[in-house]
């Protein structure tokens, strides 16, 4: 069953820029995105979306939620012109962190986009999956 909102995971390395980044900015842009399924991803992206904050390469879990707080504009960084932005604002940090290890354990997490396709740094997340990972947080199965 849908509530209607989009579920989304957004990666970043933390000490580039990292979950306590955007609780210090209080909104931030996310930029930087060159892949066009990821950037594809963005543009579908609508306000108030609920976005998993996830921690890629020191970490791997995810920390914190936020939401879309302007859709797609152009990259500020990007001189070609080719490339999207997002605005996001956070919500709250997760009671408990979830790491990729855990989320790899979970047969319910199992079509996870983050587990089939590692790379990809803006993936969808369904209600389901979303619910899944809450629980998770919450029962500090990670």
């Known amino acids: 069953m849908s509530d209607g909102k989009n579920y989304w995971l957004m990666k970043s390395e933390p000490d580039e820029y990292g979950w306590d ?3 210090a900015e209080g909104e931030g842009i996310w930029d930087g995105v060159k892949n066009a399924q990821a950037s594809n991803n963005m ?5 108030g979306d609920q976005i998993f904050f996830y921690h890629s390469r020191q970490g791997l879990e995810i920390v914190g939620i936020m939401e879309v707080s302007a859709t797609a504009m152009p990259d500020p960084f990007d001189e070609t012109g080719r490339w999207i932005a997002v605005k996001v604002k956070p919500v709250r940090k ?8 855990a989320m790899k354990q979970n047969p319910k997490l ?6 089939r396709q590692t790379r ?5 997340v369904t209600h389901d999956q979303w619910a899944e990972i809450l629980s998770m947080s919450a029962n500090s199965q990670s």
């Open 110 to 115: 199992s079509d996870l986009a983050i587990i």
């Open 94 to 101: 997760l009671d408990n962190a979830v790491t990729l290890k």
């Open 120 to 124: 990809l740094s803006v993936a969808p």
């Open 43 to 47: 543009k579908a992206m609508t306000l």
């Open 21 to 23: 980044d955007l609780i």
